[in-house]
């Protein structure tokens, strides 16, 4: 199958895990209609998507099995869950030290992170973000930082604030920093850390597989226990990750007991840190 067909096939399964999620059911006629596919094609669609655990299959169609999470709009991050994620940059801030090499991915937390580093200076941060690059260059230049910054090139995913594509990757392939901090779109014990696209996924991927140090996930309560459409890797390919004190104490021990490290920050402290 070629690459474009890949992607379209991905495009319509990733369709179908929202329509199951709004309909609790769906129908192999009705998706052949639907997306003008042979039921053949659909059939095929609804078992990968079984064994990926996010449907069942019946008789004729398939059924909701668990609820599937996609990453959420760019203007909408901000204003999410932002105590936990303050809390969790509060505790990665203690990561960074003066002349660190670091990557900074993208999203929200990663964004709040960038917006924390006014204390530390002289150093080099990669990131395929060019919102968070914009950030580090006003703050390197107001404060005298003197921050060196390196930005991918790639494809622009405007809605994510994010480059993808061979651009992205090979400049992550072929750099190598002390820290590494990236958020996930969902984490599960069993399907392990994962992602909406494919595009995104190559691009933590390239990361955790190519970096030989510290690989930090900033990952909030919230997107534990959830899985998303693409699987980036084992939980166990993040050295530490960093969540809130949302996340259960039981819900912490089943992630470690599968070899994760995990650190849970106090929203509370954070805020009398403040």
């Known amino acids: 199958m070629s690459q474009n067909n890949n992607l379209v096939a991905e495009v319509r399964q990733k369709a ?7 309909s609790q059911e ?25 064994k ?14 668990q609820s599937v999470v996609t990453a959420t709009p760019l ?15 509060a505790h990665a801030l203690g990561l960074i030290k003066d002349g660190d090499y670091i990557f900074i991915e993208s999203g929200s937390t990663c964004k709040l992170l960038a917006q924390g580093l006014k204390a530390k200076r002289d150093l080099k941060i990669a990131t395929v973000s060019p919102e968070i690059a914009v950030i580090l260059m006003e703050l390197s230049y107001t404060c005298n930082l003197n ?7 790639g494809k622009l995913l405007a809605d994510r604030s994010i480059l993808v594509g061979p651009g992205a990757v090979s400049f992550l392939k072929n750099i190598n920093m002390n820290k590494a901090f990236m958020t996930v779109t969902a984490i599960d014990t069993e399907f392990g850390i994962s992602a909406d696209s494919e595009e995104e996924a190559e691009v933590s991927r390239a990361v955790l597989e190519g970096f030989s140090t510290l690989k930090i996930g900033l ?26 004190t949302g996340l259960s104490e039981n819900t912490e021990k ?14 509370e402290k954070s805020m009398s840190d403040n």
């Not at 179908?16 to 709004?22: P, R, S």
């Not at 990926?52 to 099995?65: D, E, I, P, R, Y």
């Not at 203007?75 to 940059?89: C, E, G, P, S």
């Open 147 to 153: 921050f060196e910054i390196l930005v991918s090139g």
């Open 219 to 244: 990952i909030d309560s919230s997107k534990f226990e959830t899985r998303s459409m693409v699987r980036i890797a084992d939980i166990k390919a993040f050295t530490d990750i960093i969540t809130d």
């Open 75 to 89: 203007m909408q991050r901000d204003t999410k869950n932002v105590l936990q994620k303050r809390a969790i940059v």
């Open 52 to 65: 990926q655990g996010f449907l069942k299959k019946v008789h004729g169609g398939a059924v909701s099995l």
């Open 26 to 50: 769906v129908k192999v006629a009705d998706l052949s209609d639907y997306f003008g596919v042979s039921t053949l094609t659909v059939r095929r669609d609804l078992e990968r998507l079984e």
């Open 16 to 22: 179908i895990v929202e329509l199951i999620g709004a």
């Open 254 to 267: 089943r992630y470690i007991r599968k070899g994760a490290n995990i650190t849970r920050a106090s929203v």
